[in-house]
């Protein structure tokens, strides 16, 4: 149980268009989804909390505007990468919780997102 | 802030034992995980502390010092398929939101 999918798992885009990734869980309800951010040979950067219904909470620095979250259901969060450009190349990672004996987070298998 | 500090590259031979440590400083503290990420792939749930003492699951056992702001995962009987990076992660808040150590990278030699 408790496994979470992401879509698409890798996508290369021109800078400048929008990008749109989703993370479901596929056999639990996530009350909190969780999207990060992996440079290579570093760590993962939360980007935001997400909760089903309601706005979603950015950590300092990560502009709302350009990373819009959507949480219309509670298997169902979307990262929406506006006017996307090079440096925003990176691997994406969402998780949800909801559903462990301790509360941890059960991650998506991510998606590489190349800006050209 | 919050300051989570791992060892960044360990090495060890196959059928050892190692211990990774982690030592954190956080404004709250409400769990602390570990967890296994294979390059490329997701990160995999190891184990949790949010009291003081060992937890062992198997190979893996995880150690919790909440005074001193450490812990330490404990691989046994390593294994080649060990050889990934281990992230050691605190929950500081009650909104079960991580922060994440920078990683050590295991590298199992046979």
């Known amino acids: 149980g408790a496994v979470v999918s992401q879509h698409p798992s890798r996508v290369i885009c021109k800078s400048g268009t929008s990008v749109k990734i989703e993370c479901r869980s596929l056999d639990f309800q996530a009350t909190t989804m969780f999207w990060y951010r992996q440079f290579p040979k570093q760590s993962l950067m939360l980007m935001a909390t997400s909760n089903e219904g309601s706005k979603a909470t950015y950590e300092q620095g990560v502009e709302k505007d350009k990373f819009l979250i959507n949480h219309a259901s509670l298997t169902l969060s979307t990262l929406t990468v506006t006017s996307a450009h090079p440096e925003d190349s990176s691997f994406y990672i969402c998780?949800?919780?909801?559903?462990?004996?301790?509360?941890?987070?059960?991650f998506g298998p991510g998606t590489r997102l190349t800006v050209l | 802030g919050q300051n989570i500090d791992q060892p960044t590259e360990m090495t060890a031979t196959e059928g050892a034992i190692v211990q990774i440590n982690c030592t954190y400083q956080?404004?709250?503290?409400?769990?602390l995980f570990w967890y296994q990420q294979h390059a490329g792939e997701a990160p995999t749930f190891l184990s949790y502390n949010v009291l003081d003492g060992l937890e062992e699951k198997g190979r893996f056992s995880s150690f919790l010092s909440r005074s001193k702001g450490y812990s330490y995962l404990l691989l046994k009987e390593l294994q080649m398929k060990d050889s990934a990076s281990y992230l050691c992660a605190v929950n500081s808040n009650s909104g079960y939101a991580l922060n994440f150590g920078k990683g050590t990278s295991l590298l199992v030699t046979p």
């Open positions: 956080t404004s709250g503290f409400n769990g």
């Open positions: 998780s949800a919780s909801g559903t462990g004996a301790y509360n941890e987070q059960f």
